[in-house]
C-alpha cells in the first residue's frame, strides 16, 4: 500500500522558516504530480504547490516568492521550504500524489504548522 509521510512541521514566530518533508514508499514516484495542500480550521483544503519531475512548479498566489518546492526522485521525497511565514499559513499541510492529467490518488496524514507569536 502507497504511503506518504510528512514530517518537519511545528511552531515558528512570523517571519520564520520551516522545511517540511514528505517521503512516498511503495510507489513508483518519479511519474507522479507531487502537490502540497493546506487545510486551516474552517476552511477548505487549498493548493500550495505542485512539482513534476520535468521541473514544472505552480503556486499559489498567496505563497509565491516565500515558499520553495522540490523533489528528489531519487528518495521518493518531496520537500517545501517555507521563508516568511505568515500567521495565515497556520494550518495543517498534505502531501499528496496524483498521476499526470488526473486527480490525486494519495495523500499523507498531514503535518501542523503553528505560525505564532
Known amino acids: 500500500q502507497v504511503q506518504l509521510v510528512e514530517s518537519g512541521g511545528g511552531l515558528v514566530q512570523p517571519g520564520g522558516s520551516l522545511s517540511l518533508s514528505c517521503a512516498a514508499s511503495?510507489?513508483?514516484?518519479?511519474?507522479?504530480?507531487m502537490g502540497w495542500y493546506r487545510q486551516a480550521p474552517g476552511k477548505q483544503r487549498e493548493l500550495v504547490g505542485e512539482?513534476?519531475?520535468?521541473?514544472?512548479?505552480n503556486y499559489a498566489d498567496s505563497v509565491k516568492g516565500r515558499f520553495t518546492g522540490s523533489r528528489d526522485n531519487a528518495k521518493n521525497t518531496v520537500y517545501l521550504q517555507m521563508n516568511s511565514l505568515q500567521v495565515e499559513d497556520t494550518a495543517v499541510y498534505y502531501c499528496?500524489?496524483?498521476?499526470?492529467?488526473?486527480?490525486?490518488?494519495?495523500w499523507g496524514q498531514g503535518t501542523q504548522v503553528t505560525v505564532s507569536s
Open positions: 511503495r510507489i513508483i514516484f518519479s511519474p507522479y504530480v
Open positions: 499528496g500524489a496524483r498521476p499526470p492529467y488526473s486527480g490525486y490518488e494519495y
Open positions: 512539482f513534476t519531475s520535468g521541473g514544472y512548479t
